[in-house]
């Protein structure tokens, strides 16, 4: 299966936005490409057991079990969909990939180098984006949600450290995500039209 689409993915802390900013490129783009929106966990098989077995506090795994099966939803997804979309020549929008399990997993103690091991079959993005919030921003967020929070101040400054490490060595494209959702929706969509009009 060659590969003509382009592949977008889009980073960031739980209450960043990333979702909303995530759906509102892809509806911008979709008038001029032809996008494929995904996610991870996905809908697959492991990642539907990801959903519904390991989010909730009192049913979390040790960090390297969820670690593979991160990677195996990873896999799966990118053979049943990704893969199969950029062989059609979309642009595919994934919501998170492999830079959560290297935040996430990284900040529960799980080495760099051991996640990269489990992920070697992770196809390579061509465009990476880490959408930026403030931790104390995110958490108020997240509260005024009302949607349960795991993630301690701490555990956030900890993930957002691991992300902005990527961005500092160009893997990730910092987004300013700390204002009116417009606004970081057209910052995010000129990045991205400049990269495809390239
Ligand atoms: P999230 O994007 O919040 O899904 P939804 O918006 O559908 O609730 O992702 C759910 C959680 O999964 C989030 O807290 C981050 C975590 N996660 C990891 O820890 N590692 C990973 O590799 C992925 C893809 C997600």
């Given at each position: 299966m060659t590969k003509k689409g382009v592949f977008i993915i889009i980073e960031g802390l739980d209450g960043s936005g990333k979702t909303t900013q995530a759906n509102l490129l892809a509806k911008k783009l979709s008038e001029s490409f032809s996008v494929f929106f995904t996610a991870e966990p996905s809908h697959g098989k492991t990642g539907t057991y990801i959903r519904e077995s390991c989010l909730y506090e009192e049913k979390r795994l040790p960090a390297a079990s969820e670690a593979l099966l991160f990677a195996a939803d990873r896999i799966e997804h990118l053979e049943n969909e990704v893969k199969p979309a950029l062989a059609e020549g979309k642009v595919v929008i994934c919501d998170r990939y492999l830079y959560s399990s290297l935040a996430y997993q990284g900040s529960a103690g799980l080495g760099t180098s051991w996640i990269k091991k489990i992920n070697s079959y992770a196809l390579k993005p061509d465009f990476g984006i880490f959408i930026d919030v403030p931790p104390e921003q995110v958490l108020e967020r997240l509260r005024r949600r009302k949607k349960s929070v795991m993630e301690t101040l701490e555990i956030q400054q900890k993930v957002r450290g691991i992300y902005l490490k990527f961005v500092e060595n160009g893997e990730l494209i910092k987004v300013d995500?700390?204002?009116?959702k417009d606004e970081v929706s057209s910052v995010l969509y000129s990045k991205i039209l400049g990269f495809l009009e390239k």
């Amino acid at each position: 299966m060659t590969k003509k689409g382009v592949f977008i993915i889009i980073e960031g802390l739980d209450g960043s936005g990333k979702t909303t900013q995530a759906n509102l490129l892809a509806k911008k783009l979709s008038e001029s490409f032809s996008v494929f929106f995904t996610a991870e966990p996905s809908h697959g098989k492991t990642g539907t057991y990801i959903r519904e077995s390991c989010l909730y506090e009192e049913k979390r795994l040790p960090a390297a079990s969820e670690a593979l099966l991160f990677a195996a939803d990873r896999i799966e997804h990118l053979e049943n969909e990704v893969k199969p979309a950029l062989a059609e020549g979309k642009v595919v929008i994934c919501d998170r990939y492999l830079y959560s399990s290297l935040a996430y997993q990284g900040s529960a103690g799980l080495g760099t180098s051991w996640i990269k091991k489990i992920n070697s079959y992770a196809l390579k993005p061509d465009f990476g984006i880490f959408i930026d919030v403030p931790p104390e921003q995110v958490l108020e967020r997240l509260r005024r949600r009302k949607k349960s929070v795991m993630e301690t101040l701490e555990i956030q400054q900890k993930v957002r450290g691991i992300y902005l490490k990527f961005v500092e060595n160009g893997e990730l494209i910092k987004v300013d995500g700390n204002g009116p959702k417009d606004e970081v929706s057209s910052v995010l969509y000129s990045k991205i039209l400049g990269f495809l009009e390239k």
